[in-house]
């Protein structure tokens, strides 16, 4: 399983685009790239999924640059309710007979008024 | 159509006794996987269940086994409680034989367990 880099912490202001980077450099070519939203006492959710290049949908955006090295999570105009634990996972999510998601520590996104 | 159901939504214990802890998949997932997240961190696999058996399982203890019933609903026991297994365990349910349409697993709301 690759192992995922990113950062801790981040700021931001309502309105602002907000934009978390992750590192996997060790991707493996049947790899896919998740990336889950935590509240407190919740359980994560599934927020957007991608192989290569962009992918959005209707709560964010995914690119994927052409050596899938890294990924960058995009959440337009962000509100105070998107502070949430945000994290990246890299797996052969297709594989069928068994596989698990690797949770790494998340960045934890503030947004203030 | 429900999501993943967890039970019970908080649960205290004493050192030295056994749990069980309960998950329904969301309708049509066959795949139940268990996770243990302590306070201010990611959450980490303990294993997961398909077919009703056993196929991945992360760095736990046999102190933590489960089960699958026929109906794909889970459980999780842990016995010979520890201080230090007081956490939030999440159960998260998936499709096994994947498909174009549903990559991601569906999250329960957790079980909060306290070991005192």
């Known amino acids: 399983l690759a192992k995922t880099t990113q950062p801790i912490s981040m700021d931001s202001y309502e309105g602002q685009e907000v934009n978390i980077t992750c590192s996997h450099n060790?991707?493996?070519?049947?790899?896919?790239i998740t990336w889950y939203q935590q509240f407190p006492s919740q359980g994560p959710r599934f927020i957007i999924q991608?192989?290569?290049t962009k992918v959005t949908n209707e709560v964010a955006s995914l690119f994927i640059p052409a050596d899938r090295k890294s990924s960058t999570l995009s959440l337009p105009r962000v509100s105070l309710s998107d502070t949430a634990v945000y994290y990246c996972?890299?797996?052969?999510?297709?594989?069928?007979?068994?596989?698990?998601?690797?949770f790494g520590a998340g960045t934890r996104l503030f947004v203030k008024a | 159509d429900a999501g993943v159901t967890q039970s019970p939504t908080h649960l205290i214990k004493t050192r030295g006794q056994q749990v069980t802890l309960r998950c329904s998949p969301k309708?049509?997932?066959?795949?139940v996987s268990w996770y243990q997240q302590a306070l201010g961190q990611g959450p980490q696999f303990i294993f997961q269940?398909?077919?009703?058996?056993?196929?991945q399982r992360g760095n736990f203890p046999d102190r933590f086994s489960g089960h699958q019933f026929p109906n794909y609903s889970s459980e999780l026991n842990v016995n010979a409680l520890l201080l230090g297994d007081s956490a939030l365990y999440l159960c998260?349910?998936?499709?096994?034989?994947?498909?174009?349409?549903?990559?991601?697993?569906?999250f329960g709301s957790g079980t909060r367990l306290t070991v005192v």
């Open positions: 991608g192989y290569k």
């Open positions: 998260a349910s998936s499709w096994g034989q994947r498909s174009e349409l549903d990559y991601g697993y569906t």
């Open positions: 060790n991707i493996a070519t049947n790899d896919y």
């Open positions: 996972l890299v797996g052969d999510m297709k594989r069928t007979g068994g596989f698990k998601t690797i």
């Open positions: 269940y398909y077919e009703e058996e056993e196929r």
């Open positions: 309708s049509g997932h066959d795949t």
